[in-house]
């Protein structure tokens, strides 16, 4: 069974510094990986994905994420936070073959101090 | 265009009464999603459509849990007697193609059920 595991549940950055949310996962082969967005009081927002290929991807809103398959790890980051950047993170393993069903991290919720 | 709408946003029931929680999906999306995201966790499948059949409801949690979406667009998630425990938030998403790893979900902002 496919796992994810976010191991931070809430991390306290200053505006203007960077970020990495830390995501790991477990599953029988390379998954496809997302990271979500959710606002308060919002549904969750795609900020990328990845399927195959350059291990660095890019997303929305200046964030990009880094598969590493040696540590099963997919780890979002930013180089300079906003304030408005303040939300919850979701990781989010879909599976590569078979099943449709997503497994989500249970999140991290990120405070960010002006 | 629009993205996924929910009604009502807010719920508030008495324990033992029935819920019924509306999906409006972005037009055109063959897969539909429920999701239950309890507090501070992440969201858990509870159902798939594509179009109008049921393809998979192996999230839903119990016998009082039931989704339809008879048109092959707004979906209907309806919670019989419910139990303190039911209290979550319900999101949907709609996806374009028919459900593989690769679609991307577009979620709704969800319905927040409080059960007293």
């Known amino acids: 069974a496919q796992s994810v595991t976010q191991p931070d549940i809430h991390i306290t950055v200053s505006e203007g510094a960077s970020l990495e949310l830390r995501c790991n996962y477990s599953?029988?082969?390379?998954?496809?990986l997302f990271w979500y967005v959710q606002s308060p009081g919002q549904g969750l927002q795609l900020l990328l994905k990845?399927?195959?290929?350059?291990?660095l991807v890019q997303g929305i809103k200046g964030f990009e994420a880094e598969f590493k398959r040696s540590q099963s790890s997919f780890n979002l980051r930013k180089p300079s936070v906003h304030w408005s950047d303040a939300a919850e993170y979701f990781c989010?393993?879909?599976?590569?073959?078979?099943?449709?069903?997503?497994?989500f991290g249970r999140g991290t919720s990120l405070i960010v101090h002006p | 265009g629009a993205g996924v709408s929910q009604s009502p946003r807010y719920k508030v029931a008495k324990r033992g009464q029935d819920v019924a929680l509306r999906c409006d999906p972005i037009?055109?999306?063959?897969?539909l999603f429920w999701y239950q995201q309890a507090l501070g966790q992440g969201p858990e499948f509870l159902t798939y459509?594509?179009?109008?059949?049921?393809?998979?409801k192996s999230g839903l949690p119990s016998d009082r849990f039931f989704a339809e979406r008879p048109e092959g667009s707004v979906s209907t998630l309806k919670i019989q007697r419910t139990q303190q425990e039911d209290s979550a938030v319900y999101l949907c998403?709609?996806?374009?193609?028919?459900?593989?790893?690769?679609?991307?979900?577009?979620f709704g902002p969800g319905t927040r059920l409080l059960v007293l």
């Open positions: 998403a709609s996806s374009f193609g028919a459900a593989e790893g690769r679609e991307t979900q577009y």
């Open positions: 599953y029988g082969a390379t998954p496809y």
């Open positions: 990845y399927f195959s290929g350059d291990t």
């Open positions: 989010a393993v879909h599976p590569s073959g078979g099943s449709y069903i997503p497994t």
């Open positions: 037009s055109g999306h063959v897969s």
């Open positions: 459509f594509q179009n109008e059949a049921q393809l998979d």
